[in-house]
């Protein structure tokens, strides 16, 4: 089976935590654009797109925002499967007329999620499940047509609408990153340090249950791809992997 091509867009302004770990989990041919540099895709030759986690905000007017949700809208007329997480999660519902608001609190560290409707994204994870956490603005309006998939008493964690899926939790968070993000955070001592020891390999690995939206998102591209492609089309080369380390 050839490689599924995959456009991930980077809007971590260079964070290295953030390509390592879409490259870990992503089991396809990754092409990787710093859209924070005003990057966004000449084409739309890809199956399916993934859009990371951000510092800024949505409603921020950051210049290269505004090609990125351009591109991202025409991407989707197409009908190209898009994965967002976080920051990418608030994108998607944004272009496709939801709303992004500030929730006044930060939810960080590992949370509990649970399922609000049945998904292929969720399959394999359990109905309540832990994930690990970093916004203070959510999608407090889902766009029109969509359906809930996910959410906890902060925000809502899961929307799709047809071939689009976001999640506001980062299920390719390890612990280096997790670490990390906690560190550079401006907290103050005791919640930072509760929270750091909160961060263990027992909490880590209850996590990993939520890296399997991954694997079905992929798939989902896998039967979409199937079903696009024309009758007479001829089975692409396989492409030379670029994905899990591990």
């Known amino acids: 089976m050839s490689q599924l091509r995959i456009v991930v867009l980077n809007a971590a302004y260079r964070d290295e935590n953030t390509t390592r770990n879409f490259r870990r989990e992503l089991d396809a041919s990754l092409a990787e654009f710093d859209v924070t540099d005003g990057a966004v895709p000449d084409g739309f030759d890809y199956d399916g797109a993934v859009i990371t986690g951000s510092r800024a905000s949505v409603y921020w007017e950051e210049d290269w925002m505004r090609p990125l949700a351009e591109w991202v809208d025409d991407a989707i007329d197409r009908g190209m499967p ?6 990418g999660h608030q994108l998607l519902a944004d272009v496709l007329g939801g709303a992004v608001t500030d929730m006044g609190v930060y939810e960080v560290g590992y949370s509990e999620v649970e399922h609000t409707g049945e998904s292929r994204l969720f399959d394999g994870i359990d109905e309540t499940f832990t994930v ?3 916004h203070t603005d ?6 029109p047509g969509s359906t809930s998939l996910a959410e906890n008493d902060y925000s809502n964690h899961g929307f799709r609408k047809e071939r689009v899926f976001g999640v506001q939790f980062h299920p390719e968070y390890d612990i280096t990153t997790a670490r990390g993000l906690v560190n550079r ?9 509760t929270l750091l020891d909160d ?15 991954f694997d079905n998102f992929l798939e989902f591209v896998r039967e979409v791809t199937a079903t696009d492609a024309a009758p007479d089309e001829p089975p692409r080369e396989a492409s030379p992997r670029v994905g899990r380390t591990d």
């Open 138 to 143: 959510e999608v407090s309006e889902l766009p």
């Open 185 to 193: 955070k401006d907290l103050s001592d005791e919640r930072r340090e």
């Open 199 to 213: 961060i263990t390999e027992a909490n880590y690995r209850r996590a990993c249950e939520a890296k399997l939206v």
């Open 82 to 87: 898009f994965l967002g997480v976080c920051w």
């Open 132 to 134: 690990f956490t970093s």
